[in-house]
C-alpha cells in the first residue's frame, strides 16, 4: 500500500540518500544503551518522540530509504516484496509501547512523519500527536477545517477533494457545506499549521528528543529534534539502523530494530507493552459514529504560552550571558594590547633582566627583545584560554542555575 501513496505523489527527483548500509550493535551493547536510556526518561521533565517509517516496517509497510526501501528499489525499476495494505496493518510492539509511555506520563508528545494511521489506531489521543505528513485514515473539510476519522483509508493523496460534504454544522446549526479532502501532503505542499505549530513547541520544550525508525531527511521534521539542544541544552538520541547526518550531534546512537529497542526499555521501565485492541482504534467505530480527529485550537493556544514563557526567556537570558563575556573579552583584549605594548619598550624589558643577562642584552638586544615578547605572548596566551575555560564555567554555573 506505500507503494500504491508513492506513485500517487508527483515525480521528485531528490528523494534523499537510498539504500545506506544498516549497522548493528550487538544484544549486549544494545542493553547497555537501553538502560542509560531509560535513565534519562526518568529523570527528564518533557520527552519528544520523533517518528518515521522504520516503527512500521514490521508491520509488514515498507519503508522508503532503506535497503529495501520504495525508493530504494524504484531506482532501480523494483518494487518491495512485502507490501501489506493499510487497512490490514495493524500497530506494532512500538506504537503500543508508544501509547503506554505517553498514558504512564514518560513521553509528554509525539511528532510524526508516517501517513499510515497506526498511531491512530494504536488508541494514542490527538492531543499528543503531530502527523506533519498527513493521515490515510483522515479526512478534512475545505470551508471549517475539521477533521473526521475514516473507516478505511483515502485512495487519493495530495489533499485532492474526496466528492464527500463536510458533515460538521456551524456555530448557528446550519450545515458547514464544506467538501472533504484527504489530508495527504505532495511534495511541495505545507505542513498542517496546528500539527507543525505543536511539534515545533513541543521540540523546543523538550529536554529529551528520541528519534526512532526515521534518517531525519525530510525538511523540517528532520531539524526539529535538534531543538532540544538549541533551546533546552536537551538531550538527543537516535535510534536507527541506518546513518543521519545529525549522528555526531547526538548524545547517544543505538542500531537496532526499534521493536527490540523498546521491548527492552519498557522491561526496564517496568511497563508492560499493551496489546492491540479493536476497541481503542477509532477507525473501526468510525463506520456507525462522527469520530472527530481535529487538534483543539485551546491546545495550541497553551502550548504557544508555554513556549514563549519558557523557551523565549531562555533565549534572552543566553543574549544576556553572551554579552556579559563579549564584554569582559573586550576588556581583556585591550588591557592586553596595553601590556604588550610596555614591553616594546626596551627599558621595560631592562628592568625584568637579571644582572647576569646584560652582557646577552647587549651583544644581541633585538633577538632578545622578540624572545622575551613571544614569551610574553605566549603567556598572555595561556592566560586567555584560561580565562576563556573560566567563562565558559561561569555561563554552564548560570545555565544550571537558570
Same mark, same amino acid.
Given at each position: 500500500m506505500s507503494c500504491n501513496y508513492a506513485d500517487g505523489l508527483s515525480p521528485y527527483h531528490n528523494k534523499g540518500k537510498l539504500g545506506l548500509a544498516?549497522? &548493528?550493535?550487538? /544484544?549486549e551493547e544494545v542493553k547497555k544503551k537501553v538502560k542509560i536510556l531509560a535513565e534519562w526518561i526518568k529523570i527528564s521533565k518533557h520527552v519528544v518522540l520523533h517518528?518515521?517509517?522504520?516503527?512500521s516496517t514490521s508491520a509488514g509497510i515498507p519503508d522508503f530509504r532503506g535497503p529495501k526501501g520504495v525508493w530504494t528499489l524504484e531506482k532501480i525499476g523494483e518494487k518491495p516484496n512485502i507490501n501489506v495494505s493499510f487497512n490490514e496493518a495493524i500497530p506494532t510492539k512500538t506504537h503500543m509501547a508508544i501509547v503506554k509511555l505517553v498514558e504512564a506520563?514518560?513521553?509528554? &508528545?509525539?511528532?510524526?512523519?508516517?501517513?499510515?494511521? *497506526?498511531? *491512530? /489506531?494504536s488508541g494514542l489521543p490527538r492531543k499528543h500527536l503531530a502527523e506533519l505528513h498527513g493521515n490515510m485514515f483522515i479526512e478534512? !473539510?475545505? +470551508? !471549517? @477545517? /475539521? +477533521? &473526521?476519522v475514516?473507516?478505511?483509508?483515502? *485512495?487519493?493523496?495530495?489533499?485532492?477533494? *474526496?466528492d464527500k460534504f463536510c458533515p460538521a454544522s456551524k456555530s448557528n446549526g446550519r450545515p !458547514?457545506?464544506?467538501k472533504l479532502h484527504d489530508t495527504i501532503l505532495d511534495w511541495e505542499d505545507n505542513l498542517p499549521e496546528k500539527d507543525l505549530g505543536l511539534a515545533d513547541f513541543h521540540s523546543c520544550l523538550s529536554d529529551l528528543s528520541i528519534c526512532l525508525g526515521t534518517t531525519l531527511q525530510i525538511i523540517p521534521s528532520g531539524v526539529l529534534p535538534l531543538n532540544t539542544k538549541k533551546y533546552n541544552t536537551g538531550r538527543l538520541v537516535i535510534c536507527n539502523l541506518q546513518p543521519t547526518k545529525y549522528d555526531r550531534r547526538s548524545d547517544l546512537l543505538i542500531h537496532s530494530y526499534v521493536d527490540e529497542i523498546m521491548s527492552l526499555l519498557m522491561e526496564e521501565l517496568g511497563l508492560m507493552i499493551p496489546n492491540y485492541s479493536p476497541k481503542l482504534d477509532p477507525s473501526f467505530h468510525s463506520m456507525n459514529s462522527l469520530i472527530e480527529w481535529t487538534i483543539p485550537d485551546e491546545?495550541?493556544?497553551?502550548? /504557544?504560552? =508555554?513556549?514563549? +514563557?519558557?523557551? !523565549?526567556?531562555?533565549?534572552?537570558?543566553?543574549?544576556?550571558i553572551n554579552h556579559k563575556t563579549d564584554i569582559k573579552k573586550a576588556k581583556y583584549n585591550k588591557n592586553k594590547a596595553e601590556r604588550i605594548k610596555l614591553l616594546k619598550n626596551e627599558g621595560t624589558i631592562s628592568l625584568r633582566l637579571k644582572q647576569n643577562d646584560t652582557a646577552i642584552l647587549k651583544n644581541?638586544?633585538?633577538? =632578545?627583545?622578540?624572545? @622575551?615578547?613571544? +614569551?610574553?605572548?605566549?603567556?598572555?596566551t595561556d592566560n586567555k584560554t584560561l580565562l576563556d575555560n573560566s567563562f565558559d564555567q561561569v555561563i554552564k554555573e548560570e545555565i544550571i542555575s537558570f
Open positions: 544498516e549497522e &548493528f550493535d550487538d /544484544r517518528t518515521g517509517a522504520g516503527i506520563g514518560k513521553v509528554q &508528545f509525539v511528532i510524526s512523519q508516517n501517513i499510515d494511521g *497506526l498511531h *491512530l /489506531r478534512q !473539510c475545505n +470551508q !471549517c @477545517l /475539521r +477533521q &473526521f475514516r473507516t478505511y483509508t483515502t *485512495l487519493s493523496v495530495g489533499q485532492k477533494c *474526496l !458547514c457545506r464544506g491546545e495550541v493556544k497553551k502550548m /504557544r504560552l =508555554l513556549y514563549e +514563557q519558557v523557551c !523565549c526567556k531562555r533565549k534572552k537570558k543566553w543574549k544576556i644581541e638586544p633585538q633577538s =632578545l627583545n622578540e624572545t @622575551l615578547i613571544k +614569551q610574553e605572548i605566549n603567556n598572555e
